[in-house]
């Protein structure tokens, strides 16, 4: 194989659609669909990206490598991609026909109401498996909510925001649905109490990230030392959690200046931070820009 390259979002739209300078660009993510053009040669080598991917195959059979371990995706089944993956597609069988979603983490802080839902499909594709199985209500249910995202972000409509926004939380709640309705006898007995620790952890953040930010706490209410809930989550996701404490927190400030009256002051009281000037440091350093500018550009 040649050297790793990196691909950001408008260059994995090029690979994915020919077509794509004719099409509208957007920042943080595209829609992949079955017309979509595909530029067969790049595959030839490998590539890493900092974007994610939720894929679902229509037609034919893909044999792809994420970080070194290959696997193949049939017809029907959804292909989970986690962000900094390396990609290989070891075969690409020129039937192959996709719908999805390739976004980026700016498009997660604008979108995801739980930051739970993604940490935890995340974990599953890395620790058990990055193919789900859907039904066939769950297949339709997928393709029209792709499709509806599709449609407004090309339309521009009055509302386009805020229907992308609430169809892709709705999109990521029928993922849940398929991944919490996998059989617990697929994993041994280590992995299934790693899922449970990571998926009770996961909804403490969601319960308590508005007031609590340390590692302790949470260690301390599922019973744990805070050194085994950091190993853990860095096996089973690559960060820090410290880092997943954080990106909840960014998600609920995000939240709260999008969909809020409250003045900047009274989210950082919200938010349990000591004054408005430790909660903006907070939030820029993430965000890159201050709260107050977030607000503004988002309105």
């Not at 979108?111 to 739970?116: E, F, K, P, Q, Y």
């Not at 260690?219 to 880092?243: C, F, H, Q």
């Not at 409250?262 to 950082?268: F, K, M, P």
């Amino acid at each position: 194989m040649s050297e790793i390259v990196f691909h950001n979002i408008h260059e994995l739209l090029k690979i994915v659609d020919k077509n794509a300078d004719k099409k509208k660009i957007n920042n943080d993510f595209f829609i992949v669909t079955e017309t979509s053009d595909v530029i067969e040669t790049v595959y030839e080598y490998p590539f890493r990206t900092d974007n994610a991917a939720i894929i679902l195959i229509t037609e034919g059979e893909l044999k792809i490598q994420i970080n070194l371990s290959t696997i193949t995706v049939t017809k029907d089944q959804i292909l989970i991609i986690p962000p900094d993956a390396t990609i290989y597609l070891a075969n690409l069988n020129t039937g192959v026909k996709s719908v999805g979603i390739v976004f980026n983490d700016s498009f997660i802080k604008k979108n995801i109401r739980h930051m739970n839902y993604i940490n935890e499909i995340i974990f599953f594709s890395e620790v058990q498996s990055p193919i789900l199985q859907p039904t066939k209500n769950e297949i339709f249910s997928f393709k029209f909510l792709i499709d509806k995202i599709n449609q407004n972000n090309e339309q521009e409509r009055y509302y386009s925001k805020d229907l992308i926004y609430h169809y892709f939380n709705v999109l990521f709640l029928e993922l849940m649905t398929i991944y919490r309705g996998i059989e617990p006898q697929s994993t041994d007995l280590r992995t299934s109490r790693k899922k449970d620790l990571i998926h009770r952890f996961l909804n403490l953040l969601t319960e308590h990230s508005r007031k609590e930010r340390a590692v302790e706490f949470y260690a301390e209410k599922l019973s744990i030392t805070p050194s085994y809930l950091t190993r853990i989550v860095k096996e089973t996701s690559g960060e820090s959690t410290r880092d997943i404490i954080t990106s909840s927190v960014i998600i609920e400030a995000r939240d709260m200046l999008l969909n809020s009256s409250l003045s900047i002051n009274q989210i950082a009281e919200e938010l349990n931070f000591s004054d408005q000037s430790f909660f903006g440091k907070f939030f820029k350093k993430k965000m890159k820009m201050s709260p107050k500018d977030f607000r503004m550009k988002n309105q």
